[in-house]
């Protein structure tokens, strides 16, 4: 008899525990309450957001064990200096290779991956619920991923603070950029790629009111062209004219500066700047894609700096 | 079973209808031997420490938390899916050197394992949400595409084994041309976990994909005993083979489709594993000289033992180095590779 009356607090309690979601996939997850052990199968596309808004992962892939970065860029770093999580998140394997024992060890309380984690989330359920959030196909741009995360973790209120900080920077800088101008943005690997609509840089970009070029290689028709990146030809690259050219730096190269990614174009098109109009007429805005690359606000304010300091630079001239 | 002797002095024995040479039967037990010693200091290796009290209570049943969870979800589904897969690669590399007659003919080099891998790409690519169990009927789709191309390209009957070797490779670097530009203009972080499982990986195996797997194992088995024959004949030549009374234009296509579905279970388990269907046959018959029966049941033994010893290498420094299996069971089976190629030579060069 005890057990009826112990029963209904007990159910309540756990209702208030953990609550169902549905994630990019479909699949039903139980998210608890406050998750404070979260790990992230991917650190600029899901870490840095979360830590931008306040919650820091305490595992990611791409580290190890102590922490350090094991990969050419440390995104946290990078983008959040200061404020990047502390400690650093632990590693999880290495990159592509996820180890669950390592995983498990760090006893985490939620898992979120991107939907490109699908065939691991039955695996990695073993160990904690897994959330896949839409990062990588297409689906999503700008922040609504960093959005979409801060609604998760019941955190809208940190994340529309962040957005107000950046409202603020934006319209400091949107009335000294002309109207209805156009602009391309290309990221420098060991060839140039076209940067699609999911960066923190893009999202900036067209705030400021720029419109993207349209491209035969972009738009809704190509769905890897909506990614981060898709592949050009150096001929059409050429060709380009936008109002403005942004040009990332490879994350994946040693140096990320304006002086590393002149070189690595020097290799990828030798005598670019002789043929390409933006770059004779000084409509080149350059960027280090560790800083700008992830759907982050922290990314678009890192946007917002490299187009004010360009600006700044052209008005002088 | 009971002992006898061979027309050649060596000693035989028989299980019911199966006859082995004892030779034979002592290599396939120190294979088995091997494989179980690596197994068992496998199961020690990982974040998680572990030692023989835990593997006891396992096996009482009454082990859980870190663990538990490092033996049953994590170490005993990768050696076993290891096992599995080397041994089904191993196997059809056997199988198809019989069938060409050529010591070079593997999975790999006649486009199997690529006609499988262009279709999982396909699949993963363009139905990034098409569920996980549909990855095998891709994998199989693919390769049996490759078998009936090679069939027909080749002709029935009258072309021999090199004319099938050929034809694979003009298959294969087509293919993997294919798979290339897939890699190439899918979106960077899929590319790169593409290039990651290209390079074999075993890290999706579970118990769910071991008991996905177990059938095309114990269909392997029957296999083993069934066409061994039907291989012992085709290593002698097809035109003897066909003198033997062995029908050709049968079981040539059911070579290569038993060929089809054992490579592409293993690719869908642990990737394309490039080389052991052509190093395994070879140390196999270095270990104990072979045809039929007894050369694919050794073949597949000694390839699952170098999958085993390969992840052992892989788990052993991962954390912070990404060593894709691929590269462990290069690292693991090519030393060996040559090592047996040499003293084979030497011992050829003493005969003279």
Known sequence: MRLLFLLPPLLASHATLAETVTDAMGRGVEIPDDPSRIVVLHEPLLGVPLADFGVDPVGSYGRADDGSSLMAADFYASILGDDAPDPAPRGIGAVGDIDLERLRALSPDLIIGTELDADKADQLTAIAPVYLQASSSGKVRGFETEKQ??????????????????????????????????????IVHDKINLVGEMSGAIQAIEDLGYNRLPLKADGPDNALGSTFAVPISSEAFGRMN????????????????EAGTR??????????????????????????????????????????DAIEAWSAQASKN | MKPARATDGQELVHFGHLQFRARHLRAGLLLLGVAAALSLVSTMIGVTRIGGSDITALLRGGLVDDAGFALREVRLPRIAAGFMAGWCVALTGAMLQSLARNPLADPGLLGLSQGSMVMILLLILFAPAAPPML??????????????????????????????????????????????????????DMSYALSNWLAGSLSGADPAAVLALLPWFLFSLGMAVWLGRSLSTYDLGQDLAMSLGENVNRSRPLILVVS????????????????????????AGFLSPASGRPRLILSGLMGAVLVIAADMLTRSVSGELALPLGLSLTLVGVPLFVISLRLRALKTLSNR
Do not use: C, N
């Open chain 1, 242 to 257: 936008p109002d403005l050219l942004v040009i990332l730096s490879s994350y994946a190269g040693a140096s990320h500066d």
């Open chain 2, 135 to 188: 990855l095998p009927f891709a994998a199989m789709t693919g390769a049996l595409a490759v078998a009936l191309a090679l069939v027909l390209l080749v002709g029935r009957g009258g072309a021999g084994g090199l004319a099938l070797l050929l034809m694979g490779i003009a298959v294969e670097t087509m293919l993997s041309s294919v798979t290339q530009i897939l890699i190439l203009y899918s979106p960077p």
């Open chain 1, 263 to 304: 070189a690595q174009l020097d290799r990828v098109m030798p005598g670019w700047e002789r043929f390409l109009k933006p770059a004779r007429e000084g409509r080149i805005v350059w960027m280090d894609s560790t800083k700008v690359a992830t759907p982050s606000i922290a990314s678009a304010e890192h946007a917002l």
């Open chain 1, 149 to 186: 995360l801060a609604a998760l973790l019941d955190r809208t209120d940190a994340f529309e603070d962040r957005r107000a900080e950046y409202q603020e920077k934006l319209d400091r800088l949107k009335p000294i950029i002309p109207p209805g101008q156009s602009y391309l943005a290309v």
């Open chain 2, 260 to 283: 089809v579905l054992l490579s592409s279970a293993a690719v869908t388990a642990a990737g394309p594993l490039a080389f052991l269907g052509v190093m395994a046959p070879h140390l």
